[in-house]
Protein backbone atom coordinates (compact mmCIF):
# COMPACT_ATOMS: atom_id res chain seq x y z
CA UNK A 1 0.00 0.00 0.00
CA UNK A 2 1.10 3.65 -1.16
CA UNK A 3 1.50 6.02 1.37
CA UNK A 4 -1.10 7.95 0.08
CA UNK A 5 -3.47 4.91 0.22
CA UNK A 6 -2.76 4.78 3.94
CA UNK A 7 -3.14 8.22 4.56
CA UNK A 8 -6.54 7.89 2.52
CA UNK A 9 -7.48 4.81 4.41
CA UNK A 10 -8.19 7.19 7.74
CA UNK A 11 -9.94 9.80 5.78
CA UNK A 12 -12.82 11.03 8.14
CA UNK A 13 -15.15 10.22 5.88
CA UNK A 14 -18.24 9.67 8.63
CA UNK A 15 -17.50 12.75 10.78
CA UNK A 16 -17.11 15.05 7.22
CA UNK A 17 -20.60 14.04 5.99
CA UNK A 18 -22.28 15.07 9.41
CA UNK A 19 -20.10 18.36 9.17
CA UNK A 20 -21.31 18.94 5.21
CA UNK A 21 -25.31 18.22 6.36
CA UNK A 22 -25.24 20.69 8.81
CA UNK A 23 -23.49 23.26 6.93
CA UNK A 24 -25.94 22.22 4.07
CA UNK A 25 -28.97 22.52 6.70
CA UNK A 26 -27.80 25.95 7.72
CA UNK A 27 -27.34 27.64 4.35
CA UNK A 28 -30.16 25.92 2.97
CA UNK A 29 -32.87 27.43 6.23
CA UNK A 30 -32.58 30.68 5.02
CA UNK A 31 -31.57 32.26 8.66
CA UNK A 32 -31.33 35.86 8.75
CA UNK A 33 -30.86 38.23 11.23
CA UNK A 34 -27.22 38.11 13.93
CA UNK A 35 -28.13 34.68 14.94
CA UNK A 36 -27.71 33.23 11.01
CA UNK A 37 -25.35 35.09 10.44
CA UNK A 38 -23.10 33.28 13.52
CA UNK A 39 -24.32 30.20 12.19
CA UNK A 40 -22.92 30.57 8.60
CA UNK A 41 -19.87 31.79 10.58
CA UNK A 42 -19.29 29.07 12.48
CA UNK A 43 -20.18 26.87 9.82
CA UNK A 44 -17.67 28.63 7.33
CA UNK A 45 -15.16 28.21 9.83
CA UNK A 46 -15.59 24.53 10.05
CA UNK A 47 -15.06 24.24 6.32
CA UNK A 48 -11.83 26.56 6.06
CA UNK A 49 -10.37 24.29 8.84
CA UNK A 50 -11.23 21.29 6.90
CA UNK A 51 -9.81 22.59 3.80
CA UNK A 52 -6.40 23.77 5.34
CA UNK A 53 -6.56 20.37 7.06
CA UNK A 54 -7.20 17.86 4.25
CA UNK A 55 -6.78 19.90 1.08
CA UNK A 56 -3.88 17.81 0.11
CA UNK A 57 -5.74 14.53 -0.02
CA UNK A 58 -9.09 15.37 -1.64
CA UNK A 59 -7.85 15.01 -5.12
CA UNK A 60 -8.26 11.27 -4.75
CA UNK A 61 -11.50 11.67 -2.44
CA UNK A 62 -14.18 11.74 -4.92
CA UNK A 63 -16.70 12.28 -2.58
CA UNK A 64 -15.33 14.99 -0.59
CA UNK A 65 -13.77 16.37 -3.83
CA UNK A 66 -17.76 16.82 -5.20
CA UNK A 67 -19.30 17.85 -1.78
CA UNK A 68 -16.11 20.41 -1.49
CA UNK A 69 -17.54 21.86 -4.82
CA UNK A 70 -21.37 22.06 -3.90
CA UNK A 71 -20.53 24.01 -0.69
CA UNK A 72 -18.39 26.16 -2.11
CA UNK A 73 -20.99 27.27 -4.55
CA UNK A 74 -24.12 26.93 -2.22
CA UNK A 75 -21.37 29.72 0.06
CA UNK A 76 -20.94 32.01 -3.14
CA UNK A 77 -24.53 32.37 -3.84
CA UNK A 78 -25.06 33.80 -0.27
CA UNK A 79 -25.32 37.18 -1.22
CA UNK A 80 -25.85 38.03 2.34
CA UNK A 81 -22.13 36.92 3.42
CA UNK A 82 -20.09 39.17 1.08
CA UNK A 83 -19.92 42.36 3.44
CA UNK A 84 -20.10 41.16 6.62
CA UNK A 85 -17.92 38.37 5.75
CA UNK A 86 -15.93 38.79 2.84
CA UNK A 87 -12.34 37.90 4.41
CA UNK A 88 -13.96 34.64 5.18
CA UNK A 89 -15.34 34.03 1.92
CA UNK A 90 -12.37 35.19 -0.18
CA UNK A 91 -10.21 32.94 1.56
CA UNK A 92 -12.41 29.72 1.50
CA UNK A 93 -11.85 30.81 -2.35
CA UNK A 94 -8.30 30.52 -1.90
CA UNK A 95 -8.11 27.72 -0.40
CA UNK A 96 -10.21 25.98 -3.27
CA UNK A 97 -8.12 27.34 -5.76
CA UNK A 98 -5.16 25.94 -4.01
CA UNK A 99 -6.64 22.50 -3.45
CA UNK A 100 -3.93 21.27 -5.86
CA UNK A 101 -2.24 17.16 -6.65
CA UNK A 102 -0.04 17.16 -4.38
CA UNK A 103 -0.66 14.05 -3.16
CA UNK A 104 2.20 13.03 0.00
CA UNK A 105 4.69 10.27 -1.59
CA UNK A 106 8.10 9.42 0.00
CA UNK A 107 9.10 8.74 -3.92
CA UNK A 108 8.35 12.20 -4.73
CA UNK A 109 10.20 15.29 -4.20
CA UNK A 110 8.42 18.33 -2.38
CA UNK A 111 7.73 20.44 -5.46
CA UNK A 112 6.66 17.66 -7.88
CA UNK A 113 3.08 18.15 -8.47
CA UNK A 114 0.54 15.64 -9.89
CA UNK A 115 -1.18 17.72 -12.23
CA UNK A 116 -4.99 17.79 -13.20
CA UNK A 117 -5.79 16.62 -16.97
CA UNK A 118 -7.81 19.92 -18.50
CA UNK A 119 -10.86 18.45 -18.78
CA UNK A 120 -11.02 14.12 -18.54
CA UNK A 121 -10.33 14.80 -14.63
CA UNK A 122 -13.59 16.69 -13.35
CA UNK A 123 -12.91 18.02 -9.60
CA UNK A 124 -12.61 21.52 -8.23
CA UNK A 125 -9.22 20.40 -8.39
CA UNK A 126 -7.48 23.76 -10.11
CA UNK A 127 -10.51 24.92 -12.29
CA UNK A 128 -9.19 28.61 -10.86
CA UNK A 129 -5.36 27.92 -10.97
CA UNK A 130 -3.41 29.85 -13.54
CA UNK A 131 -2.65 27.46 -16.78
CA UNK A 132 0.67 26.29 -16.72
CA UNK A 133 2.16 24.39 -19.34
CA UNK A 134 2.33 20.45 -19.12
CA UNK A 135 4.94 18.32 -20.68
CA UNK A 136 5.42 14.89 -21.44
CA UNK A 137 7.08 14.01 -18.27
CA UNK A 138 4.24 15.82 -16.20
CA UNK A 139 1.94 13.21 -13.87
CA UNK A 140 -1.42 13.40 -14.40
CA UNK A 141 -4.78 11.75 -13.14
CA UNK A 142 -7.23 10.20 -15.22
CA UNK A 143 -10.35 8.13 -14.43
CA UNK A 144 -10.43 4.81 -16.42
CA UNK A 145 -13.88 2.88 -16.69
CA UNK A 146 -15.17 -0.16 -17.01
CA UNK A 147 -18.35 -1.60 -18.81
CA UNK A 148 -19.98 -1.27 -15.64
CA UNK A 149 -19.24 2.28 -15.73
CA UNK A 150 -17.56 1.69 -12.66
CA UNK A 151 -13.59 3.15 -12.53
CA UNK A 152 -10.29 3.79 -11.41
CA UNK A 153 -8.13 6.56 -11.38
CA UNK A 154 -5.41 6.03 -12.22
CA UNK A 155 -1.72 8.30 -11.57
CA UNK A 156 0.47 8.42 -15.15
CA UNK A 157 2.74 10.05 -17.04
CA UNK A 158 1.13 12.77 -19.62
CA UNK A 159 3.42 10.76 -22.32
CA UNK A 160 2.41 7.34 -21.09
CA UNK A 161 1.73 4.62 -23.36
CA UNK A 162 -1.42 2.75 -23.42
CA UNK A 163 0.39 -0.39 -22.22
CA UNK A 164 1.59 1.72 -19.09
CA UNK A 165 -1.99 3.09 -18.83
CA UNK A 166 -3.28 -0.73 -18.84
CA UNK A 167 -0.41 -1.70 -17.00
CA UNK A 168 -1.82 0.84 -13.80
CA UNK A 169 -5.62 -0.07 -14.12
CA UNK A 170 -4.87 -3.48 -13.72
CA UNK A 171 -2.73 -2.75 -10.96
CA UNK A 172 -5.29 -0.50 -9.58
CA UNK A 173 -7.97 -3.66 -10.13
CA UNK A 174 -5.46 -6.45 -8.32
CA UNK A 175 -5.64 -4.06 -5.21
CA UNK A 176 -9.19 -3.39 -5.08
CA UNK A 177 -9.76 -7.17 -5.33
CA UNK A 178 -11.65 -7.12 -8.36
CA UNK A 179 -12.79 -10.75 -9.67
CA UNK A 180 -9.36 -11.92 -11.25
CA UNK A 181 -10.42 -12.35 -14.45
CA UNK A 182 -11.28 -8.47 -14.86
CA UNK A 183 -8.07 -7.83 -16.11
CA UNK A 184 -7.36 -10.77 -18.08
CA UNK A 185 -5.72 -9.65 -21.60
CA UNK A 186 -7.26 -5.75 -20.88
CA UNK A 187 -7.59 -3.64 -24.21
CA UNK A 188 -7.72 0.31 -24.08
CA UNK A 189 -10.91 2.09 -25.98
CA UNK A 190 -12.08 6.20 -26.36
CA UNK A 191 -15.38 6.27 -26.24
CA UNK A 192 -17.27 9.60 -26.89
CA UNK A 193 -20.37 10.85 -26.34
CA UNK A 194 -22.52 9.45 -29.32
CA UNK A 195 -20.95 6.10 -29.14
CA UNK A 196 -18.41 6.06 -31.24
CA UNK A 197 -15.42 3.58 -29.99
CA UNK A 198 -11.82 3.92 -31.02
CA UNK A 199 -9.49 1.04 -30.19
CA UNK A 200 -5.85 2.11 -29.21
CA UNK A 201 -3.43 -0.19 -29.58
CA UNK A 202 -0.72 -0.74 -26.71
CA UNK A 203 2.40 1.29 -28.83
CA UNK A 204 0.21 4.51 -28.86
CA UNK A 205 1.28 6.93 -26.29
CA UNK A 206 -0.13 10.42 -25.17
CA UNK A 207 -3.54 9.77 -25.57
CA UNK A 208 -4.67 11.97 -23.10
CA UNK A 209 -4.77 15.01 -24.91
CA UNK A 210 -6.30 13.48 -28.08
CA UNK A 211 -9.91 12.57 -26.14
CA UNK A 212 -12.61 14.24 -27.30
CA UNK A 213 -14.60 16.72 -25.36
CA UNK A 214 -16.77 14.53 -23.93
CA UNK A 215 -14.85 11.14 -24.35
CA UNK A 216 -13.20 8.71 -21.96
CA UNK A 217 -11.29 6.09 -21.40
CA UNK A 218 -12.32 2.68 -20.68
CA UNK A 219 -10.81 -0.76 -20.14
CA UNK A 220 -12.47 -3.93 -20.92
CA UNK A 221 -11.82 -7.42 -22.45
CA UNK A 222 -11.94 -8.27 -26.00
CA UNK A 223 -15.52 -9.78 -26.15
CA UNK A 224 -17.07 -6.85 -23.94
CA UNK A 225 -15.98 -4.35 -26.53
CA UNK A 226 -19.38 -4.34 -28.27
CA UNK A 227 -21.37 -3.86 -25.16
CA UNK A 228 -19.46 -0.34 -24.18
CA UNK A 229 -21.99 2.39 -23.88
CA UNK A 230 -21.03 6.31 -23.35
CA UNK A 231 -21.37 7.32 -19.87
CA UNK A 232 -25.26 8.21 -18.71
CA UNK A 233 -23.92 11.40 -17.42
CA UNK A 234 -22.74 12.58 -20.98
CA UNK A 235 -26.23 12.28 -22.42
CA UNK A 236 -28.42 13.26 -19.88
CA UNK A 237 -29.90 16.54 -19.82
CA UNK A 238 -31.28 18.71 -17.49
CA UNK A 239 -32.56 22.40 -18.74
CA UNK A 240 -32.15 25.27 -16.47
CA UNK A 241 -30.89 28.47 -15.99
CA UNK A 242 -27.28 28.30 -15.54
CA UNK A 243 -24.59 30.62 -14.91
CA UNK A 244 -24.82 32.55 -18.70
CA UNK A 245 -28.55 33.62 -17.81
CA UNK A 246 -27.32 35.43 -14.29
CA UNK A 247 -23.64 36.77 -15.33
CA UNK A 248 -23.01 40.00 -17.67
CA UNK A 249 -21.74 39.73 -20.76
CA UNK A 250 -18.64 41.70 -20.49
CA UNK A 251 -18.12 39.77 -17.60
CA UNK A 252 -18.10 36.07 -19.39
CA UNK A 253 -16.39 37.56 -22.05
CA UNK A 254 -13.22 38.76 -20.31
CA UNK A 255 -12.88 35.72 -18.21
CA UNK A 256 -13.63 33.94 -21.63
CA UNK A 257 -10.19 35.67 -22.74
CA UNK A 258 -7.98 35.28 -19.64
CA UNK A 259 -8.77 31.48 -20.16
CA UNK A 260 -7.40 31.59 -23.62
CA UNK A 261 -4.79 33.71 -23.33
CA UNK A 262 -3.39 31.49 -20.33
CA UNK A 263 -3.91 28.60 -22.73
CA UNK A 264 -2.22 30.38 -25.81
CA UNK A 265 0.90 31.47 -23.28
CA UNK A 266 1.23 27.59 -22.52
CA UNK A 267 1.75 26.48 -26.52
CA UNK A 268 5.20 26.17 -27.44
CA UNK A 269 6.23 27.74 -30.81
CA UNK A 270 7.34 24.53 -31.73
CA UNK A 271 3.90 22.67 -30.75
CA UNK A 272 2.81 24.13 -34.23
CA UNK A 273 5.45 22.87 -36.00
CA UNK A 274 5.77 19.22 -34.68
CA UNK A 275 1.82 19.22 -35.25
CA UNK A 276 1.87 19.43 -38.65
CA UNK A 277 5.09 18.19 -39.84
CA UNK A 278 4.89 15.19 -37.32
CA UNK A 279 1.67 13.88 -37.65
CA UNK A 280 0.64 11.22 -35.13
CA UNK A 281 4.41 10.68 -33.97
CA UNK A 282 4.51 14.64 -32.77
CA UNK A 283 1.67 14.55 -30.10
CA UNK A 284 4.82 13.61 -27.25
CA UNK A 285 5.63 17.16 -27.88
CA UNK A 286 2.02 18.96 -29.02
CA UNK A 287 -0.18 18.29 -25.93
CA UNK A 288 -0.80 22.25 -25.26
CA UNK A 289 -1.93 23.27 -28.51
CA UNK A 290 -4.25 20.24 -28.59
CA UNK A 291 -5.75 20.95 -25.18
CA UNK A 292 -6.25 24.62 -26.77
CA UNK A 293 -8.02 23.09 -30.31
CA UNK A 294 -10.24 21.36 -27.42
CA UNK A 295 -11.50 24.20 -25.66
CA UNK A 296 -11.93 25.88 -28.56
CA UNK A 297 -14.61 22.98 -29.45
CA UNK A 298 -15.90 22.92 -26.18
CA UNK A 299 -16.75 26.78 -26.56
CA UNK A 300 -18.38 26.19 -30.02
CA UNK A 301 -20.45 23.53 -28.19
CA UNK A 302 -20.98 25.81 -24.69
CA UNK A 303 -22.96 28.37 -27.00
CA UNK A 304 -25.39 25.73 -28.97
CA UNK A 305 -25.93 23.38 -25.80
CA UNK A 306 -26.90 26.59 -23.15
CA UNK A 307 -29.38 27.68 -26.25
CA UNK A 308 -30.57 24.69 -26.68
CA UNK A 309 -31.18 23.65 -23.20
CA UNK A 310 -33.35 26.95 -22.56
CA UNK A 311 -36.76 26.20 -23.11
CA UNK A 312 -38.76 29.75 -22.58
CA UNK A 313 -38.46 31.18 -25.94
CA UNK A 314 -38.13 34.84 -24.86
CA UNK A 315 -35.40 34.09 -22.87
CA UNK A 316 -33.68 31.74 -25.38
CA UNK A 317 -33.46 35.07 -27.72
CA UNK A 318 -32.66 37.15 -24.98
CA UNK A 319 -29.41 34.32 -24.69
CA UNK A 320 -28.83 34.86 -28.13
CA UNK A 321 -28.51 38.11 -28.07
CA UNK A 322 -25.87 37.79 -24.52
CA UNK A 323 -24.10 35.63 -27.04
CA UNK A 324 -23.55 38.28 -29.47
CA UNK A 325 -22.92 40.66 -27.17
CA UNK A 326 -20.24 38.46 -25.81
CA UNK A 327 -18.72 37.96 -29.09
CA UNK A 328 -19.00 41.75 -30.01
CA UNK A 329 -16.64 42.33 -26.82
CA UNK A 330 -14.11 39.07 -27.17
CA UNK A 331 -13.41 40.85 -30.98
CA UNK A 332 -12.75 44.63 -29.32
CA UNK A 333 -10.21 42.47 -26.47
CA UNK A 334 -8.82 40.93 -29.28
CA UNK A 335 -9.51 37.38 -28.34
CA UNK A 336 -10.45 36.33 -31.80
CA UNK A 337 -10.01 32.60 -30.69
CA UNK A 338 -13.33 32.91 -28.28
CA UNK A 339 -15.12 35.36 -31.07
CA UNK A 340 -14.98 32.37 -33.73
CA UNK A 341 -16.07 29.51 -31.19
CA UNK A 342 -18.87 31.77 -30.10
CA UNK A 343 -20.17 32.73 -33.86
CA UNK A 344 -19.27 29.08 -34.82
CA UNK A 345 -21.94 27.86 -31.73
CA UNK A 346 -24.86 30.61 -33.04
CA UNK A 347 -23.97 29.23 -36.80
CA UNK A 348 -23.99 25.53 -35.28
CA UNK A 349 -27.49 23.85 -37.87
CA UNK A 350 -29.21 23.00 -34.44
CA UNK A 351 -29.10 26.62 -33.49
CA UNK A 352 -29.29 28.14 -36.85
CA UNK A 353 -32.76 26.70 -37.74
CA UNK A 354 -34.72 27.76 -34.40
CA UNK A 355 -36.62 30.54 -36.84
CA UNK A 356 -39.15 31.57 -34.41
CA UNK A 357 -36.26 32.40 -31.90
CA UNK A 358 -34.38 34.77 -34.37
CA UNK A 359 -37.19 36.35 -35.02
CA UNK A 360 -37.57 38.07 -32.00
CA UNK A 361 -33.96 39.15 -31.74
CA UNK A 362 -33.45 42.91 -32.50
CA UNK A 363 -32.88 44.06 -35.70
CA UNK A 364 -29.95 45.78 -34.47
CA UNK A 365 -28.40 42.45 -33.27
CA UNK A 366 -28.80 40.84 -36.31
CA UNK A 367 -27.37 42.92 -37.99
CA UNK A 368 -24.01 42.97 -35.86
CA UNK A 369 -24.64 39.05 -36.23
CA UNK A 370 -24.20 39.14 -40.27
CA UNK A 371 -21.31 41.13 -39.65
CA UNK A 372 -19.74 38.65 -37.77
CA UNK A 373 -20.78 35.94 -39.70
CA UNK A 374 -18.83 37.78 -42.46
CA UNK A 375 -15.55 38.48 -40.85
CA UNK A 376 -15.74 34.53 -40.13
CA UNK A 377 -16.60 33.76 -43.64
CA UNK A 378 -13.74 30.93 -45.07
CA UNK A 379 -14.22 32.71 -48.45
CA UNK A 380 -11.09 33.82 -50.56
CA UNK A 381 -8.72 32.29 -47.78
CA UNK A 382 -10.41 33.80 -45.09
CA UNK A 383 -9.88 37.91 -46.39
CA UNK A 384 -11.75 39.58 -43.80
CA UNK A 385 -10.67 37.67 -41.09
CA UNK A 386 -6.72 38.05 -42.41
CA UNK A 387 -7.33 41.83 -42.82
CA UNK A 388 -8.77 42.90 -38.81
CA UNK A 389 -6.30 40.91 -37.66
CA UNK A 390 -3.21 42.30 -39.71
CA UNK A 391 -4.39 45.57 -38.10
CA UNK A 392 -4.08 44.85 -34.41
CA UNK A 393 -1.60 45.16 -31.88
CA UNK A 394 -0.25 42.13 -29.39
CA UNK A 395 -1.44 40.89 -27.14
CA UNK A 396 -3.96 39.39 -29.96
CA UNK A 397 -5.31 35.73 -29.67
CA UNK A 398 -5.80 34.85 -33.07
CA UNK A 399 -7.89 31.90 -34.35
CA UNK A 400 -5.16 28.88 -33.84
CA UNK A 401 -7.21 26.51 -36.04
CA UNK A 402 -6.34 28.83 -39.50
CA UNK A 403 -2.57 28.95 -38.44
CA UNK A 404 -2.57 25.27 -38.55
CA UNK A 405 -4.21 25.28 -41.94
CA UNK A 406 -1.27 27.86 -43.25
CA UNK A 407 0.88 25.64 -41.69
CA UNK A 408 -0.07 22.67 -43.78
CA UNK A 409 -0.55 24.26 -46.99
CA UNK A 410 3.22 25.02 -46.52
CA UNK A 411 4.35 21.64 -45.41
CA UNK A 412 2.40 19.89 -48.25
CA UNK A 413 2.53 22.46 -50.95
CA UNK A 414 5.92 21.85 -51.39
CA UNK A 415 9.00 19.31 -50.45
CA UNK A 416 11.11 19.71 -47.74
CA UNK A 417 14.11 17.99 -49.72
CA UNK A 418 14.44 18.53 -53.55
CA UNK A 419 17.05 16.57 -55.12
CA UNK A 420 18.83 15.86 -51.74
CA UNK A 421 18.67 19.32 -50.61
CA UNK A 422 16.90 21.54 -47.88
CA UNK A 423 13.91 23.65 -49.21
CA UNK A 424 15.45 26.85 -47.49
CA UNK A 425 12.29 28.83 -49.04
CA UNK A 426 9.51 26.83 -47.56
CA UNK A 427 11.18 26.33 -43.79
CA UNK A 428 11.87 30.64 -44.10
CA UNK A 429 8.16 30.70 -45.00
CA UNK A 430 7.08 28.31 -41.88
CA UNK A 431 9.37 30.19 -39.85
CA UNK A 432 7.61 33.36 -40.86
CA UNK A 433 4.35 31.81 -39.93
CA UNK A 434 5.61 30.69 -36.41
CA UNK A 435 6.80 34.04 -36.16
CA UNK A 436 3.18 35.45 -36.12
CA UNK A 437 2.45 33.57 -32.56
CA UNK A 438 5.70 34.87 -31.12
CA UNK A 439 4.50 39.02 -32.27
CA UNK A 440 0.88 37.42 -30.71
CA UNK A 441 2.03 37.28 -27.51
CA UNK A 442 5.19 39.83 -27.32
CA UNK A 443 3.17 42.23 -24.66
CA UNK A 444 1.57 40.65 -21.37
CA UNK A 445 -2.91 40.89 -21.80
CA UNK A 446 -4.05 43.24 -19.11
CA UNK A 447 -8.06 43.20 -18.25
CA UNK A 448 -9.35 44.82 -15.40
CA UNK A 449 -11.33 42.38 -13.59
CA UNK A 450 -12.94 42.62 -10.14
CA UNK A 451 -12.13 40.14 -7.40
CA UNK A 452 -14.94 39.73 -5.63
CA UNK A 453 -16.83 36.03 -5.37
CA UNK A 454 -19.30 37.00 -8.26
CA UNK A 455 -16.79 37.56 -9.90
CA UNK A 456 -14.89 34.65 -8.86
CA UNK A 457 -17.86 32.36 -9.33
CA UNK A 458 -18.26 33.76 -13.16
CA UNK A 459 -14.57 32.31 -13.35
CA UNK A 460 -14.65 29.35 -12.14
CA UNK A 461 -17.77 28.94 -14.83
CA UNK A 462 -16.11 29.71 -17.91
CA UNK A 463 -13.01 27.40 -16.72
CA UNK A 464 -15.43 23.98 -16.50
CA UNK A 465 -18.26 23.93 -18.90
CA UNK A 466 -20.58 21.06 -18.97
CA UNK A 467 -21.33 20.58 -22.83
CA UNK A 468 -23.46 18.67 -25.22
CA UNK A 469 -21.03 17.24 -28.03
CA UNK A 470 -23.33 14.93 -29.33
CA UNK A 471 -24.62 16.75 -32.86
CA UNK A 472 -27.53 14.07 -32.84
CA UNK A 473 -28.37 14.97 -29.23
CA UNK A 474 -28.35 18.84 -30.26
CA UNK A 475 -30.95 18.49 -32.96
CA UNK A 476 -33.41 16.56 -30.82
CA UNK A 477 -33.16 19.44 -28.49
CA UNK A 478 -33.68 21.40 -31.23
CA UNK A 479 -37.39 19.98 -32.74
CA UNK A 480 -38.18 19.80 -29.67
CA UNK A 481 -37.90 23.51 -29.35
CA UNK A 482 -38.80 23.98 -32.59
CA UNK A 483 -40.52 20.62 -34.48
CA UNK A 484 -41.44 22.87 -37.98
CA UNK A 485 -38.54 25.48 -38.87
CA UNK A 486 -37.34 25.81 -41.95
Same mark, same amino acid.
Given at each position: ?6 ? =????? /? +? ?5 ? %? &? !?? @? ?90 ? =????? /? +? ?5 ? %? &? !?? @? ?227 PGKFKNLFRKFENLTDPCRNHKSY ?101
Open positions: MTSSSRI =LSSFP /R +RSFCRSY %T &R !VS @FVWAGGMEGPEGLGRKQACLAMLLHFLDTYQGLLQEEEGAGRIIKDLYLLIMKDESLYQDLREDTLRLHQLVETVELKIPDESQLPSKQVKP =LFRHF /R +RIDSCLQ %T &R !VA @FRGSDEIFCRVYMPDHSYVTIRSRLSASVQDILGSVTEKLQYSEEPAGREDSLILVAVASAGEKVLLQPTEDCVFTTLGINSHLFACTRDSYEALVPLPEEIQVSPGDTEIHRGEPEDVANHLTAFHWELFRCVHELEFVDYVFHGERGRRETANLELLLQRCSEVTHWVATEVLLCEAPGKRAQLLKKFIKIAAICKQNQDLLSFYAVVMGLDNAAVSRLRLTWEKLREVISKMKPPVIPFVPLILKDLTFLHEGSKTLVDGLVNIEKLHSVAEKVRTVRKYRSRPLCLEMEASPHHLQTKAYVRQFQVIDNQNLLFELSYKLEANSQ
